[in-house]
């Protein structure tokens, strides 16, 4: 994989021979995206000191495919596409069931058991084993999606292509991200999170713990808790205004089960749901 990494580096550096048509240039390329698509590499890992490690190469084969890859019509019974990634394949070999209306690009990965509803997954991404996308969720191009997760309908997890080295989201194993929440520019679940339906997480949004009134951070759900969408109130020249932030209303013991009569009741203790 060294010597990939290496031939991948130097076309980014000068795309000549993609320009010229070499196909060895392209074949590169190619085995690069085989790679994300078998799983046997990802764009981006959590670390062993819990920061996310982002694979540069990969990133830039990816765009390194869009500069080279032409225009095509694609026909799957009476629905026509035109684009320039083809779509996954042999999905009942890799163990992963896709409703009608689903669709996943080729350089992205679902791992065994992974459900697809009407959704989609972009080139990049990886999808961990047993998780549900639910009907119309997205999973950007280089989302890390953990084991065990349920993206619930409508659930948009942006992606982040340039520039290379930015981090991608990253969702741990066992979350449960609710309904129509939106989780964008490299912001973070922990493991065992549940995100409240409608939150919006980005890299600017704070994440307030609602027993202190602390400021957790910007962009990361800390492991095992539970959070809501809130505002908190801000002082402007033009007057007071809600601020968006994500409000931590329970803490979680790690590994513990979300029982979803309990976690019902614990977002309407909170007014999070009618």
């Known amino acids: 994989m060294s010597d990939l990494r290496a031939r991948i580096e130097a076309l980014w550096a000068d795309r000549t021979p993609l320009a010229e048509g070499d196909p060895e240039a392209r074949a590169a390329v190619t085995d690069a995206i085989d790679l994300l698509d078998s799983g046997e590499a990802r764009v981006a890992e959590v670390g062993g000191d819990g920061g996310v490690v982002v694979n540069q190469w990969l990133k830039q084969a990816i765009l390194l495919l ?48 992974v459900i697809m509803m009407p959704s989609y997954v972009n080139i990049g991404a990886r999808v961990g084993a ?5 009907t119309w969720a997205t999973v950007g191009s280089c989302a890390q999606i953990g084991a065990n997760v349920h993206l619930s309908g409508g659930v948009g997890i942006g992606g982040v292509l340039e520039p290379p080295q930015a981090a991608p989201v990253v969702v741990g194993d066992n979350c449960l991200v609710g309904s129509r929440c939106i989780v964008a520019e490299g912001a973070r679940l922990g493991d065992g999170v549940v995100l409240g339906a409608g939150c919006v997480l980005t890299a600017s949004i704070p994440v307030i713990d609602a027993a202190t009134g602390q400021e957790l951070g910007r962009g990361s759900v800390p492991p095992w808790s539970v959070a809501v969408s809130a505002t908190r109130q801000r002082e402007f020249d033009g007057g007071t205004f809600g601020v968006p932030c994500v409000l931590v209303i329970k803490h979680l013991e790690p590994g513990q089960g979300h029982d979803k009569a309990k976690l019902n009741a614990v977002l309407r203790d909170h007014g999070a749901v009618a």
């Open 66 to 113: 869009f500069s080279m890859a032409e225009m095509e019509t694609i026909e799957l019974g009476p629905f026509e596409f035109a684009d320039k990634i083809p779509l996954k394949a042999d999905f009942r070999a890799a163990g992963v069931r896709v409703v009608p209306g689903a669709s996943a690009r080729w350089g992205s990965f679902l791992d065994r058991g």
């Open 130 to 134: 047993n998780t549900m996308v639910d």
